[in-house]
């Protein structure tokens, strides 16, 4: 008996030894992260850049995937129904936040469907024109969109997306709806910007700044507290004379539900480091944003993020009777 204890012993020490070599072995493989956007887009930029400097640091090549559809929450589904394995990853903008009333059948839950690894970076939104359009600041702006509410028209990326819901607040700060017109995406709806097929788009910056600079577009104004290194010549929306339009749309990275811990405590540490990576510090800054700090960048900071802009934005949506489904 004690001969048979004793092999048992070490069977299970054995056991507990491969156990913790694999989780040290983690990653083994290629990671891809799903991008629930088109290729080119906001999301697609940033998670790109932070793709590149993961993989770095894991020492495995971290791979973007777009899953495009039903205003992320194709992509969205996909990874909360992904193997837990550490392998399959999520990032995904306020939209994981918002999603949560839009869709009132989603398929997953939103709060629990997920591990959270870390917020990325939070981008202001910038509200920009057509070249020609005749108004040249936001007072302007909003006095034209009131006199021709039913001849302008406001593009955004579809239900869901980051333009929409700059839209829908758009709208409502300055009291009056306006002709939208949705696309499949931010790249279309910028192509048609420019064509002067549509009239307005308020949209992040890591879209619109190198037009901005170009002059192939009017901007009017910037949505955070403080004008951008990067557009020093753009007015905040509160110098407009709009000071409910601060919004910022912020990115968070998720796993699938029950991704083992030590492994979600890995990732977590490897945004970290690609966020701190000066190239990335260096592009972000070009796109008109800033990475999220150590602090913001942890599984804690990003839930308790997420479960105050579900609070915050269900009666919102709500009021302006706007659904997916």
């Known amino acids: 008996m004690k001969r048979v204890a004793k092999f048992a012993a070490a069977v299970a020490v054995l056991a507990l030894g491969a156990v913790a070599a694999g989780a040290q072995a983690y ?10 956007f088109a290729a080119g887009g ?9 793709a590149e400097s993961m993989s770095k640091d894991l020492g495995q090549e971290v791979i973007v995937e777009n899953v495009a559809g039903a205003g992320g929450t194709t992509g969205a ?6 193997e837990p394995d550490g392998y399959t990853l999520l990032v995904y903008h306020i939209g994981m936040a918002t999603s949560a009333t839009l869709y009132r059948n989603l398929p997953y839950d939103t709060l629990n469907a997920f591990e959270y690894v870390g917020l990325v970076t939070d981008v202001p939104m910038t509200i920009v024109g057509r070249k020609d359009l005749e108004p040249n600041d936001l007072k302007s702006l909003v006095d034209y969109a009131k006199a021709n509410k039913d ?3 406001l593009a955004n990326a579809g239900i869901g997306a980051a333009s929409h819901l700059c839209g829908m607040l758009f709208m409502s700060a300055v009291g009056t709806t306006i002709v939208t017109v949705p696309y499949k995406g ?3 709806a910028m192509t048609d910007l ?3 097929q549509v009239d307005i788009l308020c949209d992040q910056t890591t879209n619109t700044t190198k037009q901005i600079q170009g002059g192939t577009i009017k901007a009017y104004a910037v949505t955070s507290p403080a004008r951008l290194d990067v557009l020093p010549d753009v007015p905040t929306t509160e110098e407009a004379g709009l000071p409910g339009m601060q919004f910022g749309i912020w990115h968070g990275m998720y796993a699938p ?8 405590a890995r990732l977590s540490k490897s945004l970290q480091i690609a966020l701190k990576d000066p190239n990335v510090a260096a592009r972000f800054a070009e796109l008109g944003t800033k990475p999220a700090t150590e ?5 804690e900071a990003l839930k308790a993020k997420l479960e105050g802009e579900v609070s915050r934005w269900k009666p919102i949506i709500e009021a302006a009777g706007q659904y997916a489904d």
């Open 194 to 196: 420019l064509g002067g």
């Open 42 to 50: 906001p999301t697609d930029t940033v998670t790109r850049l932070v």
């Open 27 to 36: 990653p083994e493989r290629t990671i891809t992260i799903v991008v629930p």
């Open 151 to 153: 001849k302008v028209s």
């Open 257 to 264: 539900k029950g991704t083992p811990p030590d492994v979600v």
């Open 186 to 188: 931010t790249g279309p």
């Open 77 to 82: 589904s996909q990874v909360a129904e992904a």
């Open 295 to 299: 602090a913001e960048a942890t599984p």
